[in-house]
């Protein structure tokens, strides 16, 4: 695919997956599961412009949960087992698959703000700042 040769694209990917930072790419970006770190421990990036709101759950909802319901209601379908199996097999699977996966989607939403330099309306001055720390170095 192509948004994969651009390296832009594989960075984002790349520190979301891994939690790492998105300026230097070592100092890990949360503190905890899914708590953001306060500021990057390799490169010192303050992570307050960061803010995924509910962007993690969203895509852990359409990219893992919707594909899974598709195969817990398959099952049902092609099976018909007692809910019981249902109980053992497909709640466990929905629920560790949508926990699993927020972490890495709430990195790639950061990275993918960082990289970008997107910004909500009124931080104007704090990207003005964290631009101006980068201009030091
Ligand atoms: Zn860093």
Redesign the pocket.
């Known amino acids: 695919m192509a948004m994969f040769s651009n390296p832009k694209f594989r960075w984002i990917v790349e520190c979301g997956w891994k939690g790492l930072?998105p300026?230097?790419?070592?100092?890990k970006m949360f503190d905890g599961w899914l708590k953001l770190a306060d500021k990057?421990d390799?490169?010192?990036?303050d992570y307050s412009f960061a803010n995924a709101d509910d962007g993690p759950a969203f895509f852990a909802l359409c990219i893992t949960a919707f594909p899974l319901t598709f195969v817990a209601v398959w099952v049902q379908v092609a099976y018909d087992p007692p809910w019981w199996v249902h109980m053992l097999t497909s709640v466990p699977i929905l629920g560790v698959g949508c926990l699993a996966t927020l972490r890495p989607f709430k990195g790639w939403l950061v990275a993918s703000q960082y990289v970008n330099k997107a910004i909500e309306a009124g931080t104007e001055g704090l990207w003005a700042k964290l631009n101006a720390r980068e201009g030091e170095k």
């Open positions: 930072c300026r230097c790419g070592k100092g990057c390799s490169c010192g990036l």
